[in-house]
């Protein structure tokens, strides 16, 4: 672990906290401070950007806020950090509830994301991960009839596939999303047997996977998604409904 | 604007001000305190939840770092918000950095969003929307040896097909990306001579558009993006290679 070099002075002003913030998130940015680096302490830091050290405290707990300082448990010394994709997730899924995005704008954000998932998974899958999508799959089955389950398993299919695709990027835009679709469809499957469909399109996004059949797994998940589209107004849910928070 | 009711006292912690902001969050996203609602003062927030001022006003700092929370211009009265685009965008694109996400995999986000945002794009866009595409293209035309300007057209036509979506999902999704990914072809545009297939491209794009042809904007955007790979690779550059913050 390198420690970092502190360098140019921000200029004070009303909110100085925030622009110290600021200073030292440009810094972390810009690859001058490495993620894993040690920051000086918060005392040094003040005196060396020449603030007060309140300020700084505050600048800090902004910087730990996003996710760009962090501590090691129990650990009083700052370190530089990237952001957790699931803080990332819940400050996006948190805007996309206040915003009150509807359910069919999720639905055709999944239609753009998930079949590329998919098709990327095909050519980068692992053995393990392979597996453990058989496994996820197998469990579904016995499911069929615990709506409960069956949306966990939903969930959690839908996530190995991402994963699979090693994509980051991707990962961390349909993780919001996912949080708030695949929970809704809990009340589809109590309106709905939905299962049969759900593991006949499963099996076959599996098939394709374990084949590296980049173009039909695509196939298979962008059908398997109309498919979701299908199931909400079968049961006759609002699509245009704003999507809500799902409860822990 | 209605106020809010505090009700539940939430528990003290070692990080109290956390537990405050995550309580007064949880609210929030509930919906039990609606967005545009005014909440009571720092002083009678910290009074209701029974924790001291300073708490309080750390509590309040984080939910305004979340754009949870704002005050009005030069006011002190505290609101209700849903967080601003631009801000989400900035910590995913952070996030995307620090995580050292490749281009190719940034691309390749693209390639599944893009596409999708075409499609929506040609059934709901407006004849002013069509408009400001059509001014954008015919400046791209004007702007073909000046690599800077061509970027910058380059994002604004990507930008407003997004707009013209009405999907503010993929907009929240794509927006991090395009800030990363976009000014990585003033290199290209440097190198080659991509000005002509550019334009190409958005002509075909927009007359997808205007047609009404969504399958058309589509499979037009789907060839754009796969040309901005071919782009990056004959100019020589590493597609495996980490993305940078572009220099504001």
Chains 1, 2 share one sequence.
């Not at 299962?195 to 398997?224: N, P, Q, T, V, Y």
Request: aromatic share 6%; net charge neutral; proline share 3%.
């Amino acid at each position: 672990m390198t420690g970092v070099d502190v360098g140019l002075v921000p200029a004070r002003t009303g909110l100085a906290y925030r622009t110290v913030a600021s200073f030292i998130e440009d810094r972390i940015l810009r690859g001058d401070w490495a993620v894993g680096a040690r920051l000086p302490s918060e005392t040094a830091l003040a005196e060396q950007l020449g603030v007060n050290r309140s300020t700084m405290r505050e600048a800090i707990r902004v910087l730990e806020q996003n996710g760009l300082v962090r501590r090691h448990e129990g650990g009083k010394r700052l370190f530089v950090s990237a952001p957790r994709d699931a803080d990332i997730a819940s400050r996006v899924a948190a805007a996309m509830v206040l915003r009150e995005m509807s359910f069919f704008e999720l639905w055709e954000a999944m239609l753009s994301l998930e079949p590329g998932l998919a098709e990327g998974a095909a050519g980068r899958i692992s053995a393990d991960e392979l597996d453990a999508i058989a496994d996820n799959v197998a469990r579904t089955r016995r499911a069929l009839t615990d709506e409960r389950s069956l949306t966990e398993l939903d969930i959690e299919f839908h996530d190995l596939v991402a994963k699979a695709s090693r994509n980051r990027a991707l990962q961390l835009c349909r993780e919001p999303i996912s949080r708030l679709f695949y929970p809704a469809f809990l009340q589809v499957f109590s309106r709905l047997n939905a299962g049969e469909r759900l593991i006949f399109a499963h099996e076959r996004i599996l098939a394709a996977l374990r084949a590296g059949a980049a173009s039909e797994a695509r196939a298979w998940m962008d059908k398997h998604i109309v498919d979701f589209r299908r199931g909400y107004e079968l049961a006759s849910l609002d699509i245009e409904a704003p999507v809500r928070m799902p409860q822990a």
